[in-house]
T-cell receptor, first 115, second 113 residues
Framework: GAGVSQSPSNKVTEKGKDVELRCDPISGHTALYWYRQSLGQGLEFLIYFQGNSAPDKSGLPSDRFSAERTGGSVSTLTIQRTQQEDSAVYLC?????????????FGPGTRLTVL | AQSVTQLGSHVSVSEGALVLLRCNYSSSVPPYLFWYVQYPNQGLQLLLKYTSAATLVKGINGFEAEFKKSETSFHLTKPSAHMSDAAEYFCAVIIQGAQKLVFGQGTRLTINP
């Protein structure tokens, strides 16, 4: 079956512009996660959605970052007024259930470059 | 705070040799532990996970890992390396009550012919 998909695969933007990154989780998966992978910080958690519950936003690095999940499926990560330090690969993952040990399946990522 | 330490950012082995990638965790409670692999320009793929059942966990592609509470370790091994194993490997942990994966810094595995 289809895995987690993300779009665009690459995004180049200018400093100060807003960007939107999209994630389509595996059909039927209730939990959705965003992570960021950068050279300096490694892999770090950003935000977690589970069903209709309030998201866990504890990993968002600043208020320029926000995310939403519509209809319990597709998610969009928005970065406002991008900065060069936002350059990274943004990874989305989904899991079937909220059980802690449930496998998180990752998408291929969106590589964001801020000039 | 929960953390994971991977010893060695880069490991190089010969084809056919033993692969050993080290991971140590810090946790005051038994964690759930994972190994993920990332091939170039791809997302992360789960190799195996420990969820407090058997301490020796077998995963895909011939990899296995052993949970050792006394050493707070979860090292990844494969008896015989193959060229296709060249990738970056990440150890990760989740503590009970949390949902997010906390990753180590990763180990890049190179296989020499």
């Amino acid at each position: 079956g289809a895995g987690v998909s993300q779009s665009p695969s690459n995004k180049v933007t200018e400093k100060g512009k807003d960007v939107e990154l999209r994630c389509d989780p595996i059909s039927g998966h209730t939990a959705l996660y965003w992570y960021r992978q950068s050279l300096g910080q490694g892999l770090e958690f950003l935000i977690y959605f589970q069903g209709n519950s309030a998201p866990d936003k504890s990993g968002l690095p600043s208020d320029r970052f926000s995310a939403e999940r519509t209809g319990g499926s597709v998610s969009t990560l928005t970065i406002q007024r991008t900065q060069q330090e936002d350059s990274a690969v943004y990874l989305c993952a989904s899991s079937f259930s909220p059980l802690v040990a449930d496998t998180q399946y990752f998408g291929p990522g969106t590589r964001l470059t801020v000039l | 705070a929960q953390s994971v330490t991977q010893l060695g950012s880069h490991v190089s082995v010969s084809e056919g040799a033993l692969v050993l990638l080290r991971c140590n965790y810090s946790s005051s409670v038994p964690p759930y532990l994972f190994w993920y692999v990332q091939y170039p320009n791809q997302g992360l793929q789960l190799l195996l996970k420990y969820t407090s059942a058997a301490t020796l966990v077998k995963g895909i592609n011939g990899f296995e890992a052993e949970f050792k509470k006394s050493e707070t370790s979860f090292h990844l091994t494969k008896p015989s390396a193959h060229m296709s194993d060249a990738a970056e490997y990440f150890c990760a942990v989740i503590i009970q009550g949390a949902q997010k994966l906390v990753f180590g810094q990763g180990t890049r595995l190179t296989i020499n012919p």
